[in-house]
């Protein structure tokens, strides 16, 4: 079964400062990778997502991701953090040998951004 | 623009008691899914149905019961609580089953068992 690590489980950082936040994933066969972001008292929301092709993924409000496959990893980054940027990031992977279409999500890092 | 609707966002419980937690979608969407989230786990998942009239289990379903009472509506119920049951629950859906579709996810239900 795959499984997914958020190696930071709170990430504190300035506005206006760069960020990164690190996931890494278990198998190393073919695998569909995601990032979520889940702003306060609120569902998860799409961000990016890695399916094929250029391996830097560029998703909504100025998150890229890159993809790795020999390190099986999807490092979320950030140029310039804002203060809307706190919430909480999860990566997720979808194995395409799993039935159901089902999601295995990383434990969650905590974005916070102080002013 | 509803998406994807869950009731009751908040609810707290007795251990023993039943409760069902309603989510229903308005995307068209074939599959849906129930999830619970607890702190430093992410979110795992409880029972899943790829279409109208399945249901399958997945990571974490004892404790739990599903029902998809029609392409839009797929309910959870707990028929006797317990405290190890409060978390929060996140229905979610998908278009369809494959593996690249964007996951629509509702706002969430805190429930607590005591």
């Known amino acids: 079964a795959q499984s997914v690590t958020q190696l930071d489980s709170q990430v504190p950082v300035f506005e206006e400062a760069p960020v990164e936040l690190r996931c890494n994933y278990s198998?190393?066969?073919?695998?569909?990778l995601f990032w979520y972001v889940q702003y306060p008292n609120q569902g998860l929301q799409l961000l990016l997502k890695y399916l094929s092709g250029s391996t830097l993924v560029k998703g909504i409000n100025g998150f890229e991701a890159e993809f790795n496959k020999s390190q099986t990893s999807f490092h979320l980054r950030k140029p310039s953090v804002h203060i809307s940027d706190t919430a909480e990031y999860f990566c997720a992977v979808s194995d395409p040998g799993n039935a159901g279409n089902m999601l295995t999500f990383g434990g969650g890092t905590r974005l916070m951004v102080k002013p | 623009n509803a998406g994807v609707t869950q009731t009751p966002k908040f609810q707290v419980l007795k251990t023993g008691q039943s409760m069902t937690l309603q989510c229903a979608q308005d995307m068209n969407h074939n599959s849906m899914y129930w999830y619970r989230q607890d702190p430093g786990m992410g979110l795992r998942l409880i029972y899943y149905?790829?279409?109208?009239?399945?249901?399958d289990k997945g990571e974490v379903p004892n404790g739990y019961n599903v029902s998809r009472l029609n392409k839009r509506e797929f309910s959870l119920r707990l028929e006797s609580a317990a405290p190890s049951q409060t978390s929060v629950y996140f229905c979610?859906?998908?278009?369809?089953?494959?593996?690249?579709?964007?996951?629509?996810f509702g706002q969430g239900t805190r429930l607590t068992v005591v």
């Open positions: 149905s790829a279409s109208e009239g399945t249901t």
């Open positions: 979610a859906s998908t278009r369809d089953r494959a593996m690249n579709t964007e996951a629509f």
């Open positions: 198998s190393s066969v073919s695998v569909y």
